[in-house]
């Protein structure tokens, strides 16, 4: 819940504290706790309350179980909390988290499955006219049936059944009417003003007591509910206005309008000159809320309420407006539209009346008698159904005639609004104030040519080429550019030439919020970029370049902190340029596509369809101008360039266009339309545009529960992700790019300092490796669903152990590529050296660059940009089209004849684990969700970190905790993926050691924190039962199949394994020995020539020296993983820390075996998908087997450990022999087991890893 509070910005208010003081670990608490949140956030709670709403319901979804009945509820209140965040406080940082939960809900689950309807019926569209009923229908009634009636989600769920009833009543289809008004009477009863949907249910009980009432004429009681909901719906309006909702306007629409409609229902029985004045006040304040295209909803309505005012006043002037507005609608309607009959009735009513009215002599009460029943036919049965407020027929819709409400001010009495004239305020963003709007007719302007990029400073050219180009943004890259620009700035220099470099420096200051992700670094691109137009005269030929530059930024910036005036400030200036350049010129385009983007964004604040019609207009001619841009010779490769660049650029604007302008039209229908991804244009775009559309698409193909879509769309991001996170970056920038890059960028927010806790919770969050595989699960494509997390799992690695790799097959047929191949990764690892801090040391790449350091990073960046080159150079050799990309599924298949490999995907959209075998990838369901898994992951570290010296209670509850978390993984894990692989029975005893079957896990996300090879029954009474993963198979651990098939190419070990290093400092409390001269005694006893590094001689560069020629290594000495950077975890020597990098940077062709029992060696906490720790470290290295701890082991077991593995591993001739390892470690741990029975924290934590 912290997690989730924090990325909101969410505070713990008494409020909060109070809702949240009751919900404990009883699931019972859980939807109280989230219903009084929910109530106190739509009165005076605010926004903090529904974030924690959203993080109860959120916890509930994730630590219940799987057939809690309470599930249907929980995932109803999750969207309902969402569906206030994002209606009333327009926060929409939770939405694609809710929607990833509520898409997870109905995986493995049957259509008819409470919980796969209350997760998927409301977040469909509503359906269309005439459309066969939905497949979910009868199980939504069933769902919304069975809530109590108290529930808060119930009355929304019988609105829309309601609705939905009432479109198939307008298509003609009766079979459910009954049921409509009946669901529509239900949700009305159970709404109170203060609920979120009050106005919405309001109006839909409107509607129903309507129809009814066209049926019975004579019920009065239809009117008065009609005439009692209309009321509601008003009420809830002010309450909603009141208590901080920005938008209303839709909502205030329909409520005036169905009032309006009640009023006018209620005329015909109780005639009254008030009842038609309010009627008509109440249907101008729709006319002021609702958009201009309002589907001839007021043109039907107020001619009638027009007459029946002439009906008291006698006025000849309504009865004349009255035809007039009946004849434009007339005009505007097809000829075969439902509406002409009613509207030939109502202008013949109207037209008797005006004759009646001339020639009656009496006026008052005697009118009524004699005329009265006039009103009926010109009342009743001419008003569109209210109903399509909220589901629109189509679009376009028909246009109310007249330019608008004001210009019928005189003849309705309406006054003209005191705000219509305001103009914007022009504060912006941050309190400053933004200077003045541009002064009028610069000169024109041309594309880059390449007379404009001649002379430009290195760094400046590079970060040019890497944001229009294929290459890629290095954040080391950007300050030197930003000096750079600066300096030749300073010089002399023409004005077009100026205005071309000044547009560069805007673009170069505001690529550095992509790494930053802080609003601060935008606020200064656009303050710099105001200055610098301040000294550009504006007839200059750039000076319109350099504006839009400014103001695409300055949109940007407005649309991160949602402030109307900077959006408009930045649209109006735009627009200024667009029109002052040739239109569908080149620079005309540059222009005009953004400007669509800032204007629809404007109109979508100000709820203006104008603005949204004309951003439309505007997209259309972009595309055709695109297609035909004039070009000189000297200017057609960039504009070639320019053309590839900008498609994929208009596409997406152009569907950011079309979704505000049905946003401001009420247009609900546009989920049905295909989401706009090309990934065949998208390769134009830089890699990083590439990932990220790709991820976008990813994750609306998600909410539109589309995986085919989803599984494309995570293919494409997959494989940009490698050229995002470049190997020419250095080692900090490509492991916070590849953070932001799989777990998702973090929401940008306004002010504040920045804090970690912003990051995705160190054990939970999303990974768009498991999210890629879970979906191509969910669309049926198992094999790719390997390949995919293979992908998009240890890339750091990956990259790591390329420059590492084997070649000796590709020296057999192409020795000079081979010969190529290893210099340049000796190359590759040279240049990354030199820019990284002393061994020991923390990084310091932040600091000032000076001349050598820029020279190094161009290096490290033409060292990379050739590593790239050879590569697909080999690739294109006969026989080498895979060379050293991640393992297809038949290579996966192929590296499982030692035994089986499983992959654990644990994704919120599902958990599986994919068993591969040389037969096959195998798929098993696990019923586990990954907040389950982070939960148990939390409590689990938790009880084992209970050491010895703690009270004997508190060691005996953590002990339980221990073998309870063990059971589970048993039951819901390991024992379905051990009888999936033919792991059915236990290892009878006396079993050779090397006929032990094996088995490597590769687990990802929070699962990588549990002791897989330990799960299993293990309490003293169910021992004999062999229900536990030790009594069945030795299990090995490794981060990929790709690391796996690394270390198996490595060369097997000469005779003995050795030389052997043993590196021992003080492991007991207040600098004690400890057990580390034990440990260290019991290798040498048995290994004889072991040399140590003690003591103050265990320094960091004496040890990296000793690795180069050890073959085995043994570290007796503290470690510790760094939860907030895995790459700083570190061993503890005599002068520093031996760290991640330092290990990882060696390389270490004659390494066999290390041993790093130190704690925490095997974990991490940040990137669990990137096993950025100790013991990964040294398989990259080149150790190929690993022994470490997954948590702080005993010293004493740890002694025996060491002793028992080199007995088991040494061969009688002397020395080792570490091909057995993993069994030998897996024989251990059952003695240790057998000797350790009653506590699982001291024999558990040792792993193997490898080969």
């Not at 009513?349 to 029943?373: H, N, Q, R, S, T």
């Amino acid at each position: 819940m912290d997690r989730v509070l924090v990325r909101c910005e969410a505070a713990w208010t008494p409020a909060v504290e109070r809702h949240l003081a009751g919900a404990g670990e009883d699931p019972e608490s859980w939807l109280p706790a989230a219903a009084g949140l929910l109530r106190a956030s739509w009165s005076e709670g605010g926004r903090d309350c529904a974030v924690a709403a959203v993080a109860v319901m959120e916890y509930a979804l994730d630590v219940g179980e799987r057939q809690d009945p309470r599930r249907p509820r929980w995932t109803l209140h999750l969207w309902l909390s969402e569906r206030t965040l994002a209606r009333r406080f327009e926060d929409h940082r939770l939405s694609d988290d809710v929607h990833h939960h509520l898409a997870a809900q109905a995986q493995g689950r049957p259509a008819d499955d409470p919980v796969a309807v209350a997760a998927s019926y409301l977040e469909e569209p509503p359906p269309r006219h005439f459309a066969p009923p939905r497949p979910s229908l009868p199980h939504a009634v069933r769902l919304a049936e069975g809530l109590p009636a108290d529930d808060l989600v119930r009355p929304c769920l019988l609105a829309r059944l309601a609705q939905a009833a009432f479109i198939r009543l307008e298509s003609r289809d009766t079979s459910t009417s009954a049921d409509a008004g009946r669901w529509a009477d239900a949700a009305f009863t159970g709404i109170t003003t203060d609920h979120l949907e009050a106005g919405l249910v309001s109006c839909t009980a409107v509607h129903a007591a309507l129809v009814r009432f066209r049926d019975r004429p004579s019920d009065t009681r239809c009117v008065q509910l009609a005439l009692r909901a209309g009321r509601s719906a008003l009420r809830a309006v002010e309450h909603a206005r009141r208590h901080g909702t920005r938008r209303v306007d839709d909502e205030a629409a329909s409520a005036h309008l169905q009032f309006s409609l009640a009023l006018t229902a209620s005329l015909p029985l109780h005639p009254d000159g008030e009842v038609v004045d309010e009627a008509i006040a109440q249907l101008e304040a729709f006319r002021a809320c609702a958009p201009p295209d309002d589907h001839g909803v007021y043109a039907g309505n107020m001619p009638g309420l027009l007459g029946a005012r002439a009906f008291f006043t006698g006025s000849d002037a309504d009865l004349r407006r009255s035809d007039e507005l009946w004849a434009a609608l007339e005009r505007d309607l097809p000829a075969d539209h439902a509406l002409r009959p009613h509207i030939a009735q109502k202008r013949a009513a109207c037209a008797e009346m005006g004759k009646m009215l001339k020639w009656l002599p009496v006026k008052g009460a005697g009118l009524l008698k004699f005329a009265g029943p006039m009103l009926g036919p010109l009342l009743t049965g001419v008003q569109l159904p209210p109903i399509q407020m909220f589901v629109p027929p189509g679009r376009p819709g028909v246009r109310s005639p007249g330019p608008g409400p004001q210009d019928f001010a005189p003849l309705t009495g309406v006054p003209r609004s005191a705000s219509a004239d305001a103009g914007p305020d022009r504060t912006g963003a941050g309190g400053f104030v933004w200077p003045p709007g541009p002064p009028a007719d610069p000169g024109p302007a041309e594309p880059a040519s390449a007379a404009d990029l001649d002379g430009l400073p290195p760094d400046v050219a590079a970060v040019r080429g890497a944001l229009l180009g294929d290459g890629v943004t290095d954040p080391r890259r950007l300050p030197l550019a930003v000096d750079q620009v600066k300096a030749v700035l300073a010089g002399p220099l023409p004005d077009g030439r100026r205005g071309f470099v000044a547009a560069l420096l805007v673009h170069v200051l505001a690529a550095q919020y992509t790494f930053s992700e802080d609003p601060d670094d935008l606020e200064r691109a656009v303050r710099c970029g105001d200055e610098q137009l301040g000294l550009l005269p504006p007839a200059s030929p750039r000076y319109a370049e350099l504006l839009c530059a400014v103001e695409m930024h300055r949109h940007a910036l407005g649309t991160l902190h949602q402030d109307e005036a900077t959006i408009v400030r930045a649209c109006d200036a735009l627009a200024w340029a667009v029109g002052r350049m040739p239109e569908m010129s080149a620079s005309w385009l540059g222009c005009a596509i953004p400007y669509a983007h800032a204007l629809a964004t404007a109109s979508c604040l100000r709820r203006d369809v104008a603005g949204t019609q004309e951003a439309l207009r505007l997209v259309e001619l972009a595309g055709r101008s695109l297609e035909a841009l004039p070009g000189r010779p000297e200017y057609s490769p960039e504009l070639a360039a320019l053309r590839e660049q900008l498609r994929p650029a208009l596409a997406t604007v152009a569907e950011l266009v079309r979704r505000a302008h049905d946003d401001v039209t009420g247009y609900r229908y546009g989920d049905d339309e295909p989401v706009s991804w090309n990934p065949a244009a998208e390769r134009a775009l830089p890699p990083r545009a590439r990932f990220e559309n790709a991820r976008g698409a990813l994750g609306e193909a998600v909410e539109r529960r589309d995986w085919g879509l989803a599984t494309d769309a995570a293919e494409a991001a997959l494989e940009a992700l490698p050229l995002v996170v470049s190997q020419a970056l250095h080692r900090d920038d490509r492991q916070a790019v590849l953070r932001a890059a799989l777990l998702g960028r973090r929401y940008p927010v306004p002010a504040g300092p920045r804090r970690t806790a912003e990051l995705p919770d160190r054990l939970a969050g999303t990974s768009l490796a498991r999210t890629a595989c879970a979906v191509a699960l969910a669309a049926g494509r198992t094999e790719q669903a390997a390949a995919l997390l293979e992908q998009g799992r240890a890339v750091l690695m990956g990259q790591d152990l390329q420059a590492r790799s084997d070649v000796s097959d590709l020296a057999a047929v192409h020795p000079s590529a081979a010969r190529e191949f290893t210099a340049l990764a000796r190359r590759m690892r040279e240049t990354e050296t030199p820019g990284a801090p002393a061994a020991g040391q923390p990084p310091a790449h932040d600091a000032a660059h000076g001349p050598g350091e820029a020279a190094r990073i161009r290096d490290q960046h033409a060292v990379a940009d050739e590593w790239q080159r050879l590569l697909a150079r080999i690739r294109g050799l006969d026989g080498f089209a895979h060379f050293l990309l991640p393992p297809s599924a038949e290579q996966m298949r192929s590296e499982a004849g030692e035994g089986p490999i499983v992959l654990i995907n644990i994704d919120r959209l599902r958990s599986d684990a994919l068993v591969v075998t040389t037969g096959g990838i195998a798929l098993v369901p696990l019923d586990v969700t990954e907040g389950r898994l982070a939960h148990t992951a939390r409590q689990f570290l938790t009880a084992v970190s209970v050491g010895a010296g703690e009270p004997r209670p508190r060691r005996k509850e953590a002990a339980a905790t221990v073998f309870d978390i063990l059971e589970w993984l048993w039951d819901t894990i390991a024992e379905p993926v051990l009888r999936t692989a033919g792991l059915t029975r236990p290892v009878p005893d006396g079993t050779p050691r090397a006929a032990v079957p094996r088995l490597w896990w590769s687990a990802s996300g929070p699962l990588a924190h549990l002791p897989l090879h330990a799960a299993g029954h293990h309490r003293a009474d169910a021992l004999g039962d062999g229900r536990s993963v030790l009594d069945r198979v030795a299990s090995s651990y490794t981060p990929s199949i790709r690391a796996l098939r690394h270390a198996r190419q490595a060369p097997k070990a000469g005779r003995g394994a050795g030389p052997y290093l043993a590196v021992r400092r003080p492991t007991g409390a207040d600098g004690q020995e400890g057990a580390s001269v034990a440990e260290v005694a019991a290798m040498a006893r048995t290994l004889g020539a072991v040399r140590t590094v003690q003591g103050a001689d265990a320094t960091v560069g004496r040890v990296l020296g000793e690795l180069s020629s050890a073959a085995t290594v043994h570290f007796a000495c503290h470690g510790l993983s760094d939860a907030e950077d895995p790459s700083r975890s570190h061993l503890e020597l005599a002068d520093g820390r031996l760290g991640v990098r330092d290990v990882a940077r060696e390389h270490l062709p004659h390494a066999q075996l290390a041993v790093l029992l130190a704690c925490h060696t095997t974990r991490t906490d940040r990137l669990p998908d990137e096993a950025i720790h100790l013991t990964s470290a040294f398989q990259t290295a080149g150790y190929p087997q690993v022994v470490g701890a997954l948590w702080e082991a005993t010293d004493l077991v740890s002694v025996r450990l060491t002793e028992r593995l080199y007995r088991a591993v040494r061969t009688y001739g002397g020395g080792l022999d570490v091909t057995g390892t993993g069994r030998a470690v897996h024989e251990i741990v059952r003695e240790l087991r057998k000797r350790h029975a009653g506590s699982p924290r001291v024999w558990a934590p040792y792993v193997h890893t490898g080969r």
